[in-house]
């Protein structure tokens, strides 16, 4: 069987394993709630912008009303009047929430509690148009002229974006994809990290280790909780966009085929290259309780690549340090895709930065696999980094002591010298116990063999 294949079977074994589990259809399903909630709540509960409530009483002219309503269609607020005989009614519906402010008078704002700055607006706004309209009749002026003297004047809008002409949809796309990706490398990083030390401790990779190597059985967990991950995330990103095309409540980004093609590029590579080393340091700890501390430099280190990369692309994208910082295999992940979004690269840097950073994940893999050979079948206490890279596997007693119980670990045919001698040779009752006596033709039960006869014994 093929390497390849055998990663293949594992990695469907992991995505059979971990898909039937309860943690992770329960994770599944309170991801997807949570963010379908992120997007719909807030657009129901969301008042600004929305309907307002204004109240009228006293010597309010007629004509307030139409400008407040046109005064909240100016700036996209549905504006609703409702006028009362007298303050006490007004203030009655102030205190039972039925409007939002009374205006006494038309000189007056009474509010329930804080006041609502882009209510007060509209409320003075239209307060000051009809005083000039009242103004401008009591003066003579023709009402044509004052309708043209008072019409508002267009104003276009115009999105430059940046002084390289990149617009804010693309901008947002390079953080949003950034942040994805580092999410995704942290929550299934740390999956693959769990899943090695659970496997070690349960002594279910010993049974593994038979049949396949080491190596093989680190790529092809990596492989399967990675399709996990992106199926996960695929599914999660579908339902957002449902939900945020049903509520309307904000715009999509415009992000192009290509940008998101490459995307994924980055998401599995980037992915490769942190999991890998996640899996290989998961095979020190003996323990789930010692996997974050012995996985702590992975963490720090994967940080430190997202802020240095985020601040290099979000500073000046096409400046040297940023390209250099989008070519390195530990920043690339999560400085090239934001790069890509913006226009800033030029077609052969992208090809560049994958050959490096499948270079980088062709030696991590080499390197972890070391490491995950070495320390896989120690068990008891925590392998330090340094004894996993230079132990032998196979030089390793034939029994460990784990936790006051024998395990007995795997020994390779031939790696035990024929001449020496074990604790079993080594004491007579053990031996005495062990060794099966022939005796020879003609000598009788119980009469001792040629060993330790006198010399000159004819039995002998």
């Given amino acids: 069987m093929t390497g390849l294949r055998q990663v293949w079977l594992v990695a469907l074994r992991e995505v059979r394993e971990r898909s039937r589990s309860r943690s992770f259809r329960a994770g599944l399903v309170v991801m997807l709630v949570v963010v379908i909630a992120t997007i719909v709540v ?36 549905t504006v609703r009047v409702h006028r009362y005989g007298d303050v006490a009614a007004g203030e009655e519906a102030v205190r039972a929430d039925d409007v939002d402010v009374l205006l006494v008078d038309a000189q007056r704002l009474e509010w329930p509690g804080r006041v609502d700055e882009q209510l007060r607006t509209i409320v003075t706004g239209a307060i000051q148009l009809v005083a000039v309209q ?72 010993e049974v593994l280790l038979a049949r396949i190597p080491a190596r093989v059985l680190l790529a092809g967990k ?97 400046g040297v340090w940023s390209r250099l910082i989008s070519l390195f295999p530990a920043t690339a992940p999560f400085a090239m895709p934001g790069r890509i979004a913006l226009g800033s690269v030029d077609w052969w840097e992208p090809l560049l930065a994958v050959a490096l950073t499948l270079a980088a994940i062709a030696g991590l893999v080499a390197l972890a696999g070391r490491v995950y050979t070495n320390a896989i079948l120690h068990s008891g206490t925590t392998v330090r980094l340094r004894d996993a890279w230079h132990s032998n596997q196979a030089q390793q007693p034939p029994m460990t002591r784990a936790r006051g119980r024998a395990v007995r670990t795997v020994e390779p045919e031939g790696s035990r010298d024929p001449c020496e001698a074990t604790a079993t040779d080594q004491d007579p009752r053990t031996r005495e116990a062990s060794t099966i006596h022939r005796q020879p033709e003609g000598s009788e039960p119980g009469e001792p063999t040629g060993v330790g006869r006198p010399a000159g014994d004819p039995r002998s």
Wanted: aromatic fraction near 6%.
């Fill in 42 to 77: 807030p657009a129901k509960l969301d008042t600004g912008g929305g309907t307002k409530d204004v109240g009228l009483t006293g010597a309010a002219p007629t004509a307030l009303s139409s400008a407040i309503l046109a005064h909240g269609d100016a700036i996209g607020t």
């Fill in 134 to 205: 009242k103004r401008a009749t009591a003066a003579g002026m023709d009402p044509d002229d004052l309708r043209a003297l008072m019409a508002p004047v267009p104003v276009e809008d115009v999105e430059l974006g940046s002084a390289a002409g990149r617009s804010p949809d693309d901008e947002l796309a390079a953080i949003v994809m950034t942040a994805l990706l580092l999410m995704a490398i942290v929550i299934y990083g740390n999956l693959v990290l769990t899943g090695v030390v659970e496997e070690k401790s349960s002594r279910v990779v």
């Fill in 222 to 318: 990596v492989a399967g909780i990675g399709l996990l991950g992106f199926a996960q995330f695929a599914l999660t990103a579908v339902a957002a966009v449902v939900a945020t095309l049903v509520i309307d409540s904000v715009d999509i980004p415009a992000v192009g085929a290509g940008v998101l093609a490459w995307a994924v590029v980055w998401f599995v590579l980037g992915y490769a290259l942190y999991a890998m080393a996640y899996g290989a340091l998961g095979s020190l700890a003996s323990r789930t309780e010692d996997a974050q501390s012995v996985a702590g430099p992975v963490g720090y280190v994967l940080i430190a690549c997202y802020w240095a990369a985020f601040l290099a692309v979000s500073g000046d994208p096409d």
